[in-house]
Each structure stands twice: as structure tokens, then as C-alpha cells.
T-cell receptor, first 112, second 115 residues
């Protein structure tokens, strides 16, 4: 059974600070996605990373896929209150299981 | 392009009843997956359908079932509801599966409360 461990579980920071969220596994993933979810809503896809070592930027968000495709990180620069939400990573094992394995998420609160 | 539509948004049911949830995927997407989300367990995979065929099923009891129609719309059914089935049920659609194509777009979910 593949597992994705996210850390930290909870993060409360002041507006303007930087933060990094980690997603780690002992298994290799063919692709990994990051989502943000707000209360009572479905997760919204932020990015998909496919190649080991890949770095993708989305405005103030930087996503990195580890060289061995077992881990990923999300870095937010100068966090804003609008960044508040639950950040989820999800991986596809590429073995034809047709399911995503999700981490339990990082709940981020950005205080104005 | 319309997103993934799930109906209803909210449901309250009594223990022992059954419930059917509906999901309309993004136009052109043929893969539909269902997930259960609870505070303690996070998102857990229920099943995935592609071209009306169930390709994979998660570790849930047989009370949980689903199907997909020829227009890719999907339904999931839960029979003999238990209190522990209270959760947010999420449907996701994907154009295909594999690598960069394994991008799941989620609906807003159906919040099921069993009393």
C-alpha cells in the first residue's frame, strides 16, 4: 500500500511570511498533483508534476518533484490570507491502478 | 467549459436507508473516480470507471457500489447506511489516465449526513 506523508499537518503564519509544505513517500510515483481545498468544497487542482527534478511556478507558489519521484514540496512566497486552505498532494503510481493516493493534507492559515 | 457537477450538494439520511449520488464529468472526460473524505482518514479512493467499466475498487464494503453510463455520467450507491458513512463524497473526472494526463478535476462534493 502506497502512502503519502504530508508535513506539517497544521501551519499558522502571518501575512508576508514564506512557507514550505512537504509530501514524502517511500514509493515512486509517475506523477504527482497538488490541490487546494476550501471548507465544504472539492479540491482544486493547482499543478501536476511528472518529471523527476521538475520545478513549476504558479505566481507565488513553487512546486518541486524530487529527483527520484518519491517526494515533492510546495513553497509559498509572501503568503496572503487568500492562500488559506487545505493543501493536498496526490500521486499516481503509474501501475495501472487508476487511483490517486492522497496525503492527509496541510491546513494553512494565513493571518492578516 | 463546464466543470464537474455533483448532485445533490447536501443529503441527510437515516441509518439503514440507501442513497444514490450523481456525478456529471467534464465534457470529453471518460474517467470518473469517487472518493470519500472524512476528517480522520482524509480522501480515500472508492472506485474508478472508464467507458462504463469499473477498472479499480478501493477497500470499502460491498454496500458501496457505482456505475457509469454511456455518456460518462456516473452514480454511486450506498445501501444500509451507517453513521460512519457520514462524509463528503467527491467525484473527479479525468481525460485519460497516465503521466501528465492523470489530472483529476473534482466536483464540489455531496455532503452526506447519516443520523
Amino acid at each position: 500500500t502506497q502512502l503519502l506523508e504530508q508535513s506539517p499537518q497544521f501551519l499558522s503564519i502571518q501575512e508576508g511570511e514564506n512557507l514550505t509544505v512537504y509530501c514524502n513517500s517511500s514509493s515512486v510515483f509517475s506523477s504527482l498533483q497538488w490541490y487546494r481545498q476550501e471548507p465544504g468544497e472539492g479540491p482544486v487542482l493547482l499543478v501536476t508534476v511528472v518529471t523527476g527534478g521538475e520545478v513549476k511556478k504558479l505566481k507565488r507558489l513553487t512546486f518541486q518533484f524530487g529527483d527520484a519521484r518519491k517526494d515533492s514540496s510546495l513553497h509559498i512566497t509572501a503568503a496572503q490570507p487568500g492562500d488559506t486552505g487545505l493543501y493536498l498532494c496526490a500521486g499516481d503510481d503509474g501501475a495501472g491502478s487508476y487511483q490517486l493516493t492522497f496525503g492527509k493534507g496541510t491546513k494553512l492559515s494565513v493571518i492578516p | 467549459k463546464a466543470g464537474v457537477t455533483q448532485t445533490p450538494r447536501y443529503l441527510i439520511k437515516t441509518r439503514g436507508q440507501q442513497v444514490t449520488l450523481s456525478c456529471s464529468p467534464i465534457s470529453g472526460h471518460r474517467s470518473v473516480s469517487w472518493y470519500q473524505q472524512t476528517p480522520g482518514q482524509g480522501l480515500q479512493f472508492l472506485f474508478e470507471y472508464f467507458s462504463e467499466t469499473q477498472r479499480n475498487k478501493g477497500n470499502f464494503p460491498g454496500r458501496f457500489s457505482g456505475r457509469q453510463f454511456s455518456n460518462s455520467r456516473s452514480e454511486m450507491n450506498v445501501s444500509t447506511l451507517e453513521l460512519g458513512d457520514s462524509a463528503l463524497y467527491l467525484c473527479a473526472s479525468s481525460p485519460e489516465w497516465g503521466g501528465a494526463d492523470t489530472e483529476a478535476f473534482f466536483g464540489q462534493g455531496t455532503r452526506l449526513t447519516v443520523v
